[in-house]
């Protein structure tokens, strides 16, 4: 009989400007050491499909921890406090920064840790995943699914707090880059994916990006009508193969 | 949900949610992926008190064309109740005569 077991649950962590701050935390127990993932939920909050996803990382092997990029608002339902971000404009990228800053510490810290830590975030969580791959130091790998508004056409739309556009930051990027999208997606869009990759090309950085047919927003979340459970499984095994790729121990450090 | 466009429309008026009934000042209207209707969009509106805060809310998730049917139907639940209540006005204010 093979055992296997994880932990989850809610921890405290500190993010930006200090402020203490609520994740969900879920990793395997026994062995190690284990990888870290950072998840970035998406735009609609940290609800139950986000927990999901981090104990989905876990069960395949990384210790994963989910911010609460919205604690801030106070208590209430996913969607209550999603309604109300969304009717105050989101949160602000530098404020996410310092929290995604946060939960790398966090895992880093713990003594179970090998010491890589990747990213991997959802809808507007890969945005976010671009921005901080870009802007933080320490990121082994990162993975972006289906990050709207990575490219911004409209000036317009950028303001103070998302002033800057992830792709302007792409130079910056220096770790591996794993994108997933479907084809059907309006943001992003195709053209948007595809001038997005050619960006990455055109500056040598490396990367993968995977399109899905017959799949457009949020394909992986089992909670929508958007599911797409080919594509998902596809997804997922990809997300999974990049991450023990990239985040796996230096063999140094394993033989000592 | 996916975008960050709302249009918030300003109003007078109550809504009665989980903790019965509440001012409302402003509505929230946006089309983007719902929380709990079964549909890719929907039109979403949060009946909110901004003034004191806008923590509860009262929501609506509809699709697109029942958000437009919903439109008609307002508008004409309007003009019928003016014109009928305008009717019962007019009724109010004949003289009654005296016994």
Request: aromatic content about 10%; some cysteine; proline content about 6%.
């Amino acid at each position: 009989m093979t055992y296997e077991s994880m932990l989850a649950e809610t921890v405290a962590i500190r993010g930006h400007k200090g402020d203490v701050g609520e994740a969900y935390y879920a990793r395997p127990l026994g062995g190690g050491p284990w990888p870290g993932v950072v998840l970035i939920h998406h735009m609609p909050g940290w609800d139950w499909w986000i927990k999901e996803a981090t104990r989905t990382l876990a069960h395949n092997g990384f210790a994963t921890i989910s911010p609460h990029l919205y604690f801030r608002e106070g208590p209430g339902s996913p969607d209550d406090v999603g309604a109300r971000v969304r009717a105050a404009g989101g949160v602000a990228d530098e404020q996410v920064i310092g929290d995604v800053a946060g939960a790398m510490a966090f895992l880093r810290a713990q003594p179970y840790a090998n010491g890589k830590v990747g990213l991997i975030g959802f809808c507007s969580g890969g945005r976010h995943t671009y921005l901080v791959a870009c802007s933080l130091p320490g990121v082994d790998a990162a993975v972006d699914c289906w990050g709207g508004n990575v490219i911004v056409d409209d000036p317009k739309q950028l303001n103070a707090k998302r002033p800057v556009a992830p792709i302007d930051l792409t130079e910056k990027l220096a770790c591996p880059l794993l994108g997933l999208f479907g084809n059907d997606d309006e943001n992003p869009n195709r053209d948007q994916v595809n001038r997005t990759e050619a960006r990455l090309k055109a500056l040598g950085k490396p990367y993968e990006f995977h399109r899905y047919d017959g799949a457009g927003h949020a394909f992986f979340n089992a909670a929508r009508p958007a599911y797409r459970p080919e594509q998902a499984l596809d997804g997922w095994s990809k997300v999974f193969a990049f991450f023990h790729k990239h985040l796996a121990a230096p063999a140094a450090a394993r033989a000592a | 949900m996916c975008s960050y466009i709302v249009e918030k429309a300003k109003l007078f008026g109550s809504a009665k949610g989980p903790n019965g009934w509440m001012r409302i000042d402003t509505a929230n209207v946006y089309y983007d992926h719902p929380f709990h209707a079964p549909l890719d969009h929907a039109l979403g509106i949060d009946f909110i008190n901004e003034a004191d805060g806008g923590r509860e809310r009262v929501a609506v998730e509809l699709s697109a064309e029942s958000a437009r049917e919903l439109v008609e139907k307002i508008l004409a639940a309007l003009a019928n109740g003016e014109i009928e209540h305008g009717k019962a006005a007019h009724h109010a204010a004949a003289p009654v005569a005296a016994e």
